[in-house]
């Protein structure tokens, strides 16, 4: 095939008369509508002797590499044999294989071909595409050597390719020589800002991305939509909520990008009232709700303690959902609040309307049965990810199997699935064995995963935090202060709990024993009047939670009373009417003296007490919890 497009070549001359635009072979091109027809063109084209001139090949080409039906490896071959190519051909090549990982190295040796076997002088549009081929897959080595010519041709200078030299350096994580390039810049454009704080935003620096926010001479919605974005990811959820309100105020009308991070912020901080008028402004502003803003509405739902609503969302104020997304926020949410077989009958009805899982189902699945102790179900549902639906199970999902068959007491078998699984355990997934040896009260299998887990990690706290809960349980108080004291000389510290609740748009936010807060003199008198009313309905404070080493063990019971839940619940009890829900938010999982102390609280004050810790949700009514103990 090859040697006999080469003979027409050469048997093939190059019009001598200029081509007319409305040439009939230029409009047959222009026509085509698939691989067939665009081969039976450019035999026409070679057997003409067209294709020797630049504009027909350059229609081939094009079409051959942006078209619906583009074939990159014929578009090659037709390009090795066009004798001159000029420089859109070239550039339309470049561009062509830039945007893929593993094909983006051609567009480097097309550019190098274009130095070494022609006349032709790379422009602005050459070096934008050859750069953001640099971006997709090629290293820093080859991008520098690319610069080196922008620069030689003074190029380097152009808004374009200083504007993708700044992308590339910041998808390298090069974010000083990426300031460097806009520092050394002059007439920058709204591309160029967005694209510097998009840089600082990829890499955490949320400091240096609002200095350059707050430097900008205009914004617009991509700019306000990164930031806030940005905020969520760092965990800034405040910060990004404050951000929006003043978007609201100053800026552009946000987007669904927009609305899906300001969401995700709601969702984090359980601030329900305000992602309820997020999603009434959604409504009202006629905002198209696309299936991951969607997600992102059921998401802060469900996450805000409003799993009904979520669930209402979801089946019925919306149509058909194509893509996995929603499915997952839904799942997730129903895993999140306990109600595993509705988060099992979800996933039955999403493979019935043939809606392809991912690898997020599974963790969310597995998840769900872990907080239902199925056990089999997962066990099941695990197996099928591969056999099944072709997905191969990552860490995460062998730690999800490690946490169910932990809670549900097969420490043994989660252990082997450990020690058998394709990849290195990491401190994460024998920490979950660890808390499962802690609830099962395992302290010889505890103590041996505490060592394994020291050997990988030494500065890994979470462990010796465990160990000391497990031995401060089992009344082995001085094994729990030397690993206290081991803590202290390896200068690591315990994440500090923290719980916070949302009052009137204002978060107000608790450790444990704080007195930071205003009202702090009226909420320890009201623990202490609330202490005397749980002991007479019948609570028995679990001093072994008490992870000091105390002597006294009324001062072990005071040390509980002063729990970061504790306080806020205190809180919301005086700031709230009677009879109103009191939802707060823990940063750790929930003590299981906190655990059962709120269950007498949302007894003996008839309150609804709603918390979400970094496991699940409990919804306390009327001295039970949703979580049946099982958490």
Not at 589 to 610: L, M, N, P, W
Request: aromatic letters at 10%; hydrophobic letters at 40%; a neutral charge.
């Amino acid at each position: 095939m090859r040697r006999c497009y080469s003979t027409f070549l050469l048997t093939a001359t190059k019009p001598k008369r200029p081509l007319n635009s409305n040439h009939q072979l230029l409009k047959l091109v222009d026509s085509c509508k698939s691989m067939a027809e665009i081969k039976q063109a450019h035999t026409q084209l070679i057997i003409t002797g067209l294709i020797l001139h630049p504009i027909p090949a350059s229609r081939l080409i094009k079409l051959l590499t942006l078209s619906s039906f583009a074939s990159l490896s014929y578009a090659h071959l037709a390009f090795i044999q066009i004798p001159s190519p000029d420089l859109f051909i070239y550039n339309t090549m470049i561009k062509a294989h830039a945007p893929t990982i593993h094909l983006s190295r051609n567009s480097l040796v097309i550019f190098r071909s274009m130095l070494r076997s022609s006349s032709l002088l790379p422009n602005q549009y050459t070096f934008v595409f050859v750069f953001k081929a640099c971006c997709n897959g090629l290293g820093v080595l080859e991008g520098e050597q690319v610069r080196v010519h922008a620069i030689k041709l003074g190029l380097e200078s152009n808004v374009f390719v200083r504007n993708v030299l700044i992308q590339m350096y910041a998808n390298w994580g090069l974010v000083d020589d990426a300031r460097r390039v806009f520092d050394w810049s002059f007439g920058w454009d709204l591309y160029s800002w967005n694209l510097m704080i998009g840089g600082y935003v990829g890499s955490s620096d949320m400091d240096h991305a609002r200095e350059l926010f707050d430097l900008m001479p205009e914004r617009d919605v991509v700019t306000w939509s990164t930031m806030i974005t940005g905020y969520v990811q760092v965990g800034c959820f405040i910060e990004a909520l404050e951000l929006f309100r003043e978007m609201l105020q100053v800026g552009p009308t946000p987007n669904e990008f927009t609305l899906a991070s300001a969401l995700a912020a709601c969702a984090n901080l359980v601030a329900l009232d305000q992602g309820r008028w997020i999603h009434v402004y959604i409504d009202k502003a006629g905002i198209k709700l696309n299936e991951q803003l969607l997600a992102s509405l059921i998401d802060m739902y469900a996450k805000c303690g409003e799993i009904e609503f979520a669930s209402n969302v979801f089946y019925n104020k919306y149509g058909a959902k194509q893509k996995v997304w929603p499915w997952n926020a839904m799942i997730g949410g129903f895993a999140m609040h306990g109600q595993s077989r509705e988060a099992i009958n979800l996933f039955e009805q999403m493979k019935m309307e043939n809606i392809a899982p991912n690898k997020v189902t599974f963790v969310t699945l597995l998840n769900a049965c872990s907080h239902g102790k199925m056990v089999e179900e997962g066990r099941q549902y695990f197996k099928s990810m591969s056999s099944s639906h072709g997905i191969e199970p990552e860490i995460e999902h062998y730690g999800c199997m490690v946490d169910l068959l932990g809670r549900g007491g097969l420490l043994k078998e989660a252990e082997e699935i450990i020690l058998t699984m394709p990849m290195a355990p990491d401190a994460i997934i024998w920490g979950a064995l660890l808390g499962a040896c802690r609830i099962h009260r395992d302290t010889e299998m505890g103590e041996r995963i505490g060592k394994a887990i020291k050997e990988l990690d030494p500065s890994h706290v979470g462990c010796h935090v465990l160990l000391a809960n497990m031995y401060s349980a089992a009344g082995r108080w001085n094994e729990a202060k030397v690993v206290r004291e081991k803590i202290e000389i390896c200068g690591t510290k315990k994440t500090p709990g923290c719980t916070s609740i949302e009052l009137n748009g204002v978060f107000h936010q608790f450790l444990v024993g704080d007195r930071s807060h205003p009202q702090t003199k009226q909420i320890y008198t009201f623990l202490d009047e609330m202490a005397t009313k749980l002991k007479i309905a019948g609570y028995v404070p679990e001093i072994g939670e008490v992870l000091l080493d105390i002597d006294d063990e009324e001062d072990r019971e005071t040390a509980l009373s002063r729990h970061s839940e504790k306080l806020a619940i205190a809180f919301g009890l005086i700031n709230t009417p009677a009879r109103t829900p009191i939802r707060i938010v823990k940063n750790l999982r929930v003590c299981g003296d906190c655990h059962q102390a709120t269950k007498f609280i949302s007894k003996v004050y008839d309150r609804e007490i709603i918390v979400r810790d970094r496991i699940r949700f409990h919804h306390f009514r009327d001295g039970l919890c949703s979580c049946k103990d099982y958490w």
